[in-house]
T-cell receptor, first 115, second 112 residues
């Protein structure tokens, strides 16, 4: 069964450093997403991406964050100048189309620890 | 805004016990409702979904019915197994929205 893959599974970084989290969405999917889950809290939406541009973003997704689809398969989340509060599990996801009935498929997550 | 509230965890049951995990929601439109499951060391997997009122989603012995009148989507299973130990997330996706809105998750542990 096709799946969303994410790398790295775990990254430890110094506060103030830049981090890039990578994802390979399911190959025929057109919509891509990033979510995050701070330990003990809800899974929160960060951003959705379609046709090489951001289609929706949350208040969390400020200028510190950016997303990119650098080639035909990868989808990346960049966090500039990381803060302690950026420590979280980051989930990449994709869906074939958008619409309230369509399923969003998630990767296994990248656990980011900022020290 | 839209929100999802799940029962507080963790929940610990014995094998073959009945399970109910409560989920209620508020939405501005007519959402679809989902249950996702996260097994230890794995990502979020769709367990089941329902897209309109009175629909029942089912998978792996789990069921949930979309109740518009009570704005609920409770997850049930008649006889749980040790392998059902995981974190369960209720979520909604509203009309015109691309994002899923999640509940806080409920950790379920099944003892043999």
């Amino acid at each position: 069964e096709p799946e969303v893959t994410q790398t790295p599974s775990h990254q430890v970084t110094q506060m103030g450093q830049e981090v890039i989290l990578r994802c390979v969405p399911i190959s025929n999917h057109l919509y891509f997403y990033w979510y995050r889950q701070i330990l003990g809290q809800k899974v929160e939406f960060l951003v959705s991406f379609y046709n090489n541009e951001i289609s929706e973003k949350s208040e969390i997704f400020d200028d510190q964050f950016s997303v990119e689809r650098p080639d035909g398969s990868n989808f990346t989340l960049k966090i500039r100048s990381t803060k302690l509060e950026d420590s979280a599990m980051y989930f990449c996801a994709s869906s074939e189309v958008t619409g309230r009935t369509n399923t969003i498929y998630f990767g296994e997550g990248s656990w980011l620890t900022v020290v | 805004g839209d929100s999802v509230t799940q029962m507080e965890g963790p929940v610990t049951l014995s094998e073959e016990a009945c399970l109910t995990i409560n989920c209620t929601y508020t939405a501005t439109g007519y959402p679809s409702l989902f249950w996702y499951v996260q097994y230890p060391g794995e990502g979020l997997q769709l367990l089941l979904k329902a897209t309109k009122a009175d629909d029942k989603g089912s998978n792996k012995g789990f069921e949930a019915t979309y109740r518009k009148e009570t704005t609920s989507f409770h997850l049930e299973k008649g006889s749980v197994q040790v392998s059902d130990s995981a974190v369960y997330f209720c979520a909604l996706r509203d009309q015109g929205a691309q994002k899923l809105v999640f509940g806080q998750g409920t950790r379920l542990t099944i003892n043999p």
